[in-house]
């Protein structure tokens, strides 16, 4: 660390020389030529090229399980580094002084001194020069003054945290640094984060891994590659099936957006006598098994129930095959339970999905249901054909009797790269520290479910940008505005709903909890909002 720091030092020291240069009038500097802010560091003793070592086997996190269910801890010794054609200080910017140059013998650090210049400029300059030695390499100088700049403040905070082995703060300062296109400062700390996560540890430990998976990847500029490499090596489907039910059962997450959703549906449709339900991620169908046991049991008798499922490919993976598959499992429940049902599939993204795909019948209530599905969809930021608020005005045009939406609270659609890595931080801290609540540690499975159920998530959100960047999600005051403007307007829950909801969270963790406001309901981790629901007609 010290060969590093020493590095940073003289790089530094350069920004630091022209922070000051800028400041002294230009007549004490004469006869020297304009020398570029952005001076290039070069070292004999350490060279100035840093070569990037781009391979996936080396640091790829979310392949650090072994079939036998051994793990490996996040330690690869993999590195990434930068050759001069991608550093942002290239070589050919750097400059030499004339070989006439006057240097004072009082300025160790080698800057050019004029005769005409100030001497007090020279030694505020010596004086920066020293704190900057000091911060990073101790306290072996004197410091002259004890005013410290803002690198300064940065660096002492990052050196502090790691000193404490605070893990979320390591995190922000290695994202900070790849924001700023700063790689040595970038390249260091993730050496440091290697040391410091686990994918079988606490719950940031676990969650730290994925992230600096991220980060290695975006500093690669292989997000997207990664990212597909991933899903082209997901466990068998059976295996991922398992996983996803893992994750249904010991959260509530999914459970209170489906209830929710199926809570306004049924309050919706309470006297309608054909109900056609359109479900645009039906996934494995398991949203509509209770909501089937609902119409059959309401006085008079069940509607007759037309359900449309859409979906892509990446579900019909983990269900192993096509949505045939759901259409035979709801159909089989419902024949159970004498419910007269039909099932029509449409597999295709939604991207793809038009009126006449739909197959809209005259006489049906129609119900739309968005369930964590519209923010896949990318909006006016991503394309112009903006398929977010396209669908939501085709939906409109069908003159639906209810449309539920429920997605999570949290904000990575636009925004910029480092407030978007400090919201996944926050977001995903509060879902791995409820999973380590209700799945023990020594769960074998527990590293499966995370890696292959939200750690994919997580790289897509800091290492892809554009159309790869597939995983965007808006606050509800976002997903409010969006409805409004496609003529939407609210449809409030019913008591009944949010009674029921409440008794289902009495099986997990005191920390979740419920809250109504605004005409939505919001599942949250202690003072985290997580998964917010509404409906609208």
């Known amino acids: 660390m010290q060969a590093y720091l020493r590095h940073r030092s003289s790089v530094m020291a350069s920004r630091v020389y ?32 840093f070569s990037v070592k781009n391979s996936r086997e080396h640091y790829c996190t979310l392949e650090s399980s072994s079939a036998n269910g051994s793990y490996t801890v996040y330690n690869s010794s993999s590195t990434v580094s930068f050759s001069p054609n991608v550093s942002p200080m290239p070589q050919q910017e750097s400059q030499s002084y004339p070989s006439d140059m006057h240097h004072s013998p009082d300025n160790t650090y080698g800057s050019p001194i004029s005769g005409s210049c100030i001497i007090d400029d020279v030694s505020d300059l010596r004086d920066k020069l020293r704190e900057l030695e000091t911060v990073m390499l101790g306290p072996d100088s004197d410091i002259v003054d004890s005013t410290t700049s803002p690198e300064m403040a940065s660096w002492r905070l990052v050196m ?26 970038a390249q260091w700390l993730m050496d440091e984060l290697r040391k410091m996560v686990s994918v079988s540890g606490e719950p940031i430990q676990r969650l730290g891994a994925y992230m600096l998976e991220g980060l290695v990847a975006r500093l690669a500029s292989s997000g997207s590659s990664i990212y ?29 957006g489906y209830m929710s959703a199926n809570g306004a549906i049924a309050e919706a449709m309470k006297d309608e006598d054909r109900v056609h339900i359109i479900d645009f991620q039906i996934a494995q169908g398991s949203q509509w098994d209770t909501l089937i046991q609902a119409f059959a049991a309401r ?27 759901v259409g035979k499992k709801l159909s089989k429940l419902a024949e159970h339970f004498k419910v007269p049902f039909e099932f029509q599939a449409a597999a295709m993204s939604g991207c793809e999905v038009q009126q006449e795909h739909l197959q809209i019948q005259p006489g049906e209530a129609l119900a739309v249901n968005f369930a964590f599905m519209l ?49 996944t931080l926050n977001y995903y801290t509060a879902m791995f520290e409820s999973i380590d609540m209700t799945l023990p540690r020594e769960h074998k499975k527990r590293i499966n479910v995370e890696q292959h159920c939200l750690a994919r998530d997580v790289v897509n959100i800091i290492a892809c940008e554009g159309p790869e960047r597939v995983e965007r999600h808006e606050l509800l005051g976002k997903w409010r505005s969006r409805l ?27 920390k979740y909890r419920l809250e109504e406001r605004d005409e939505a309901l919001y599942l949250g981790w202690m003072n985290r909002d997580l998964v917010a629901a509404c409906a609208w007609k």
Do not use: W
Not at 231 to 247: G, N, T, V
Not at 317 to 325: V, W
């Open 484 to 510: 409004r403007m496609a003529g939407f307007t609210p449809y409030p829950l019913s008591s009944l709903v949010n009674a029921t909801i409440k008794t289902l969270l009495e099986n997990y963790c005191d």
């Open 299 to 325: 006085p008079g008798g069940p509607p007759h129930i037309r359900i449309t499922g859409i979906d892509d490919s990446t579900s019909a993976y983990a269900r192993g095959g096509g949505l045939n598959i």
């Open 228 to 256: 597909k490499a991933l899903r082209c090596k997901e466990p068998a489907s059976a295996d991922l099936l398992s996983y996803m039910h893992i994750l249904y059962e010991v959260c509530p997450y999914f459970k209170f």
């Open 18 to 49: 022209h922070q000051v240069k800028q400041e002294v009038k230009p007549h004490c500097f004469p006869q020297f030529p304009t020398i570029d802010d952005s001076l290039c560091y070069t070292d004999s003793n350490h060279g100035s090229n």
């Open 160 to 185: 502090d945290a790691i000193s404490k082995g605070d893990l979320k703060q390591v995190l922000l300062s290695c994202a900070k640094a790849v924001s700023d296109n700063d790689l040595l400062m």
């Open 375 to 423: 923010h896949h969809m990318p909006d006016e930021s991503v394309s112009t054909e903006n398929h977010r608020d396209r669908l939501l005005r085709l939906v409109k045009s069908l003159s639906p009797k209810v449309v539920t939406l429920v997605e999570q609270e949290s904000n990575t659609n636009t925004a910029p790269f480092f407030p978007r890595f400090r919201e």
